[in-house]
């Protein structure tokens, strides 16, 4: 089946009377039927949950033909905005075609790695206008889409159970992590040394734990000082 953009051939033929000759000039065809695509911020469909910065997601959106032909291939182009970027291109899908009166679905990957906060969504239909429609204005929509933050761990100061320990007497040491992303942590490593460990300091205890999104969490670990 043709659809528009398409090539085709049509056989033309006109009866003349004998010794009569015919040329064609500024020949036009027009389109018997109507195109017109459509979509709505509720046609893009994203994870229910949020990402985190990084994950690889899916986005589709669901593409209307309200016209009385069939569309032929189709681009739907996606973007995001990017904090300090502005609207960044993350992929396109070409659909085969949209039935008359139908939907079809368009979908990628999106690689999440840069975006974190609110982030708007926009898909565009035939970005390029190779397609002629009744109806430009209804080809963007554009919905808002949460990404979370990454783990990002903190330490803070140290605290000695004595502030003043004396030789051979243990002492403990409380160790702060707090977590000020928005995803968890799994466990991780805290480990106190003697010394810096880049230059040869000695370990002297550590504790693994998980850090929850806006958590804090406190190890401790037993020293003994040493003479």
Request: net charge negative; hydrophobic share 40%.
């Given at each position: 089946d043709a659809h528009p953009g398409d090539e085709v051939d049509i056989p033309l033929r006109f009866h003349l009377p004998s010794g009569i000759s015919l040329r064609l000039t500024d020949f036009h065809a027009v389109l018997s039927g109507t195109l017109d695509f459509?979509?709505?911020?509720?046609?893009?469909?994203?994870?229910?949950?949020?990402?985190?910065?990084?994950a690889e997601i899916p986005v589709s959106a669901t593409l209307h033909n309200n016209g009385s032909l069939a569309s032929g291939g189709v681009v739907a182009a996606f973007f995001a905005n990017a904090p300090g970027w502005g609207e960044w291109y993350i992929g396109s899908?070409?659909?085969?075609?949209?039935?008359?009166g139908g939907t079809a679905l368009a979908q990628i990957n999106w690689d999440t790695l840069g975006f974190n906060g609110s982030i708007p969504l926009t898909v565009r239909l035939d970005p390029y206008q190779r397609v002629t429609e009744g109806n430009e204005d209804n080809n963007t929509a554009t919905t808002n889409y949460t990404i979370l933050t990454r783990p990002d761990l903190v330490f803070a100061e140290m605290e000695l159970s004595d502030p003043e320990p004396v030789d051979g007497q243990t002492v403990q040491v409380s160790?702060?992590?707090?977590?000020?992303?928005?995803t968890n942590a799994g466990s991780t490593p805290v480990r106190l040394y003697l010394g810096n460990p880049a230059e040869g300091?000695?370990?002297?205890?550590e504790a693994v734990?998980?850090?929850?999104?806006?958590?804090?969490?406190?190890?401790?670990v037993d020293w003994t000082p040493a003479a």
């Open positions: 459509s979509l709505s911020a509720a046609d893009i469909g994203v994870p229910a949950s949020s990402p985190t910065e990084g899908s070409l659909v085969g075609s949209i039935p008359a160790l702060p992590v707090h977590n000020t992303g928005q300091g000695s370990l002297i205890g734990q998980a850090v929850s999104a806006g958590g804090l969490v406190i190890s401790v």
